[in-house]
């Protein structure tokens, strides 16, 4: 089985910044496309970053400049680091990866999740 372990959540002061980290473990044969959702109260879970296998990144309006993901694929470990935040930031962040176990199909695992909220 894989697992993907979040880490890095907690409460942060608007304008701030904090930096998220999602290990995946496992069986693991390869790993392509990580990313970050986030899902706020009352909301639907909403894409926030993805980045590729050979690093190249794409990213919501919403965090475009303020966001950035990256990954280092000796660890499987995928990370968001985050500035600039605002309060509408706030939400549980899943992180997501497409993983092929044993070397032929991917299929996609999640994370549990990480609460982060930005609040004076």
């Known amino acids: 089985q894989v697992q993907l372990v979040e880490s890095g959540g907690g409460l942060v002061q608007p304008g701030g910044s904090l930096r998220l980290s999602c290990a995946a473990s496992?069986?693991?044969?390869?790993?392509?496309?990580m990313g970050w959702y986030r899902q706020a109260p009352g909301k639907e879970r909403e894409w926030v970053a993805t980045?590729?296998?050979?690093?190249?990144?794409n990213y919501a309006d919403s965090v475009k400049g303020r966001f950035t993901i990256s990954r280092d694929n000796a660890k499987s470990t995928v990370y968001l680091q985050m500035g600039s935040l605002k309060p509408e930031d706030t939400a549980v962040y899943y992180c997501?990866?497409?993983?092929?176990?044993?070397?032929?199909?991917?299929?996609?695992?999640w994370g549990q999740g990480t609460q982060v909220t930005v609040s004076s």
């Open positions: 980045v590729h296998t050979h690093g190249s990144t």
């Open positions: 997501n990866a497409r993983v092929s176990p044993f070397g032929g199909r991917f299929d996609n695992y």
């Open positions: 496992g069986r693991i044969f390869s790993i392509n496309d």
